[in-house]
């Protein structure tokens, strides 16, 4: 038997935003009106984000769609997007690409494979630097999506 878990220390940490954006997180936090700090607001999305990552099931085959933002402008980002892409065409049902603006390009991935398959390219596309809002939803493809029942 392990020693009972002891609660968590806090740690401090410093995070460089822009300023722009502090301004507009502080002002949603003064929305809220509950009181809250921007710790315990930042507590809040890593928690959230904590909880997302634990419902993968990269065990199973699931489904999904992979929404991303970007500045095409962002160096060869395009390119490595598009290259890391052609390793997962098993993977990647559709594409649909949307230029939003002179900068910002809007694409939008349907998703179907095995569960670490998917997980690994969302996190491959997520993590590069210059795609501003990425979000994978997704679900197993179990008894739930079983329309032939
Ligand atoms: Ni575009």
Do not use: W
Request: negative net charge.
């Amino acid at each position: 038997m392990g020693a009972p878990e002891a609660a968590g220390e806090l740690a401090r940490f410093s995070v460089a935003v822009p300023e722009d954006m502090l301004k507009e997180f502080d002002a949603l936090i003064a929305r809220r009106g509950d009181a809250r700090n921007r710790s315990e607001a930042i507590r809040d999305l890593m928690r959230a984000a904590l909880v997302r990552d634990r419902t993968r099931t990269p065990h199973e085959e699931v489904i999904g769609s992979l929404t991303m933002i970007y500045d095409h402008h962002t160096g060869d980002l395009s390119r490595r997007l598009g290259d890391i892409q052609h390793d997962y065409t098993d993977e990647i049902v559709s594409t649909m690409h949307v230029h939003l603006d002179h900068h910002n390009c809007m694409e939008i991935l349907a998703l179907k494979g095995a569960g670490s398959r998917i997980y690994e390219l969302a996190d491959k596309l997520l993590g590069m630097r210059g795609v501003h809002h990425g979000e994978l939803t997704c679900a197993a493809t179990g008894t739930s999506l079983d329309l032939t029942a």
